[in-house]
T-cell receptor, first 113, second 114 residues
Framework: GAVVSQHPSRVICKSGTSVKIECRSL??????MFWYRQFPKQSLMLMAT?????????EQGVEKDKFLINHASLTLSTLTVTSAHPEDSSFYIC?????????FGSGTRLTVV | GENVEQHPSTLSVQEGDSAVIKCTYS??????FPWYKQELGKRPQLIID?????GEKKDQRIAVTLNKTAKHFSLHITETQPEDSAVYFC?????????????FGQGTTLQVKP
């Protein structure tokens, strides 16, 4: 079946630094990638939608200059958390949509110290 | 935009009993409704889904019903087992071929007591 590889699975960074999270579709072309954030004991909140070769569409309240999304190819989308702060600590997860439906990455646990 | 409400937030049942989780959605154009099971720190796992042209779907102990008029759908788990304990999320999506934005409900923590 369809597989989305997400890296890293866990990352700890210092406040003020940037972190890049990658999602790769391994055996299919992901035209659209969705990025979610999930705080402890809460739901998955959609942050943005990215389509290959075009600018991402951000949900209301999500800072596009802080959460940079790049979807340069049909198999790779990246989320960069810039100038990270402790309140950005969360579980970030991508989801690729294709003919087979939605395929989720394994998630990235970001801790900002 | 689409909004999905899920109830209850927690549900505790005895092993062997049934569990029902309900969701309502706001956008009448939504046409795809998946249910996910998520274990702590893991990705959501699709357990069953239903499209807007179907009223009910069943897969062994799991069933989903959809009422388009009322804009609500429900997950039914029968003969619950301790391994069914997890957080369950409903979701709703616009668009064809399951490619629209997927909006999640708030989640239900199900505890099945042995």
């Amino acid at each position: 079946g369809a597989v989305v590889s997400q890296h890293p699975s866990r990352v700890i960074c210092k406040s003020g630094t940037s972190v890049k999270i990658e999602c790769r579709s391994l055996d299919f072309q992901a035209t659209t990638m969705f990025w979610y954030r999930q705080f402890p004991k809460q739901s998955l909140m959609l942050m943005a939608t990215s389509n290959e070769g075009s600018k991402a569409t951000y949900e209301q309240g999500v800072e596009k200059d802080k959460f940079l999304i790049n979807h340069a190819s049909l198999t790779l989308s990246t989320l960069t958390v810039t100038s990270a702060h402790p309140e950005d600590s969360s579980f970030y997860i991508c989801s690729a949509s294709g003919t087979g439906g939605y395929t989720f990455g394994s998630g990235t646990r970001l801790t900002v110290v | 935009g689409e909004n999905v409400e899920q109830h209850p937030s927690t549900l505790s049942v005895q092993e062997g009993d049934s569990a029902v989780i309900k969701c309502t959605y706001s956008d009448s154009a939504s046409n795809y409704f998946p249910w996910y099971k998520q274990e702590l720190g893991k990705r959501p796992q699709l357990i069953i889904d239903i499209r807007s042209n179907v009223g009910e779907k069943k897969d062994q102990r799991i069933a989903v019903t959809l009422n388009k008029t009322a804009k609500h759908f429900s997950l039914h788990i029968t003969e619950t087992q301790p391994e069914d304990s997890a957080v369950y999320f409903c979701a709703a999506s616009l668009g064809s071929s399951n490619t629209g934005k997927l909006i999640f409900g708030q989640g239900t923590t199900l505890q099945v007591k042995p």
